[in-house]
């Protein structure tokens, strides 16, 4: 009885005090984050990155997205042992750890000059097509995922001249966005938060020739149904949909974290799409096309994206469609 009087209570509380019992909350962790981002400003940039790594290792395990991660490992790479799987995790949490600890040295950490022949923290594979997008008065969408230090992509075509407008998911933490949009914008140029309206404020900037970076590895709720690491996902059609109508070319781009706090920036030859019986560029062709492209990226440094991501999680309306069609295929 004094149980379901407590679990009454408590309903009750976070009915009419949920928001500021969040919000709070969000104020709370950004105060943690920003007392500890002061603390790697006083550090030098490598033994902030290298201490930050060191501590999300030992703290990555106890978060309860470890969990997601684990499981989603076991699924890619059912023939790798227990020990390799904890071995990327942990890679994993490092990685995000110094992406975050990055932010505060995005300045320091791309040195690289056009120019120059001597070697700094970035070099840059594909520099013509840099080059080449930049020159080009036509409308070109440039697509990565979250892998290494995928942040300084827009800082290197910023450095090319290139005009183009970042798609991003603010953080739900208000405090925390508002920090990390203020960070962005002094080093990223364009960037356009992803909300309800995106899609035709990125279709009106290639309608005037601009180009477009977008994100393409995470869930999209009621999207394409495709396949990542052989498993069913829903992928956002947004990015095959525009390059259909504005028939532009697409060019896959990726940032591969190296030893020693360095970067490769690796922008690769312009994607030949799948196209229809009457010639356009075919949505669903092209869609798992550049889920195929990010999985081979995986594959090859697995350790550098973020597993903890729910990529593979099915809508429900989706889940049961299926659950239908597979029980009618049975009978």
Known sequence: MLGKAFKKLRRDLAFRHGRRLRQFNYWLVARAAMAIISVLRLLPVDSALNFADRVARRIGPWVGRHDVAIDNLRKAYPEKSEGEIQAIASDMWGNMARLAAEYIFLDALFDFDPASAKPGRVEVKGVDHFVQIAGEEKPH???????????LLPVAAATFGMNITALFRPPNNPYLAEYILSTRRSTMGSLLP??????????GILEKGGNIGVLVDQKFSGGLETTFFGRPCESNRILATLARHYDCDVYPARCVRLPGNRFRLDIEDRLTLP???G???????TTQLLNDVVERWVREDPGQWMWFHKRWE?????????QARQHGEAA
Do not use: P
């Open 141 to 151: 969408i440039i697509f990565t995922g979250h892998l290494g230090n995928f942040e």
């Open 194 to 203: 992803s909300s309800t309206g995106a899609s035709f404020a990125l279709a």
């Open 314 to 322: 099915i809508s429900g309306r989706r889940r049961k469609r299926q």
């Open 275 to 277: 196209r229809t019986a």
């Open 279 to 285: 010639g356009s560029v075919d949505v669903q062709g």
